[in-house]
T-cell receptor, first 111, second 116 residues
Framework: QKEVEQDPGPLSVPEGAIVSLNCTYSNSAFQYFMWYRQYSRKGPELLMYTYSSGNKEDGRFTAQVDKSSKYISLFIRDSQPSDSATYLCAMMKTSYDKVIFGPGTSLSVIP | NAGVTQTPKFRVLKTGQSMTLLCAQDMNHEYMYWYRQDPGMGLRLIHYSVGEGTTAKGEVPDGYNVSRLKKQNFLLGLESAAPSQTSVYFC???????????????FGPGTRLTVL
């Protein structure tokens, strides 16, 4: 079993839709959770960072962590074509630990 | 600032050939990383460096060597390329190894390597 799992998609939604992207993980020691966005043929860039359980909001993006279920989510409100990318979840056990990445979910937002 | 740059962008090798991938960063970051990205596998850490002159193994180090002779450069070498090393290679850097909202890993644009 992989430590971090994501549905690879592709996920295709109409412009303006609410998008839900999810990751599950197996190691309860993970405490730091991140979402990276990767446009086609580019390197990943950090989108959101959260520590432990709870929600964090940044503009149209909300990151949610449920440590009891070992489940994290990224919600995108009012999705735009510019949100079309692959979204990678990532996590660490301690703030100095190596980052473990999920395989990514490909999202297409159709105008 | 250029951020993190990688050279070359594309390369095709034959089995057994050697090559070096160059990563450079102009952000004065201490930590640098080499990852490979394969379909369905996500990013996997090959080697990393916590400062000039230091290197350490990551998750998948076999078949690769690295050097960090200068703070701004991190080199990844393949001594005898194998088809299993066909992948997209990403370099990243961060101020330190600690994750926070203000200390993220910055990634380069990637090198697409094919080994025939």
């Amino acid at each position: 079993q992989k430590e971090v799992e994501q549905d690879p998609g592709p996920l295709s939604v109409p412009e303006g839709a609410i998008v839900s992207l999810n990751c599950t993980y197996s190691n309860s020691a993970f405490q730091y959770f991140m979402w990276y966005r990767q446009y086609s043929r580019k390197g990943p860039e950090l989108l959101m960072y959260t520590y432990s359980s709870g929600n964090k909001e940044d503009g149209r993006f909300t990151a949610q962590v449920d440590k009891s279920s070992k489940y994290i989510s990224l919600f995108i409100r009012d999705s735009q074509p510019s949100d079309s990318a692959t979204y990678l979840c990532a996590m660490m056990k301690t703030s100095y630990d190596k980052v473990i990445f999920g395989p990514g979910t490909s999202l297409s937002v159709i105008p | 600032n250029a951020g993190v740059t990688q050279t070359p962008k594309f390369r095709v090798l034959k089995t057994g050939q050697s090559m070096t991938l160059l990563c450079a960063q102009d952000m004065n970051h201490e930590y640098m990383y080499w990852y490979r990205q394969d379909p369905g596998m996500g990013l996997r850490l090959i080697h990393y460096s916590v400062g000039e002159g230091t290197t350490a193994k990551g998750e998948v180090p076999d078949g690769y060597n690295v050097s960090r002779l200068k703070k701004q450069n991190f080199l990844l070498g393949l001594e005898s390329a194998a088809p299993s090393q066909t992948s997209v290679y990403f370099c990243a850097s961060s101020y330190s190894g600690q994750v926070s909202s203000y200390n993220e890993q910055f990634f380069g644009p990637g090198t697409r390597l094919t080994v025939l």
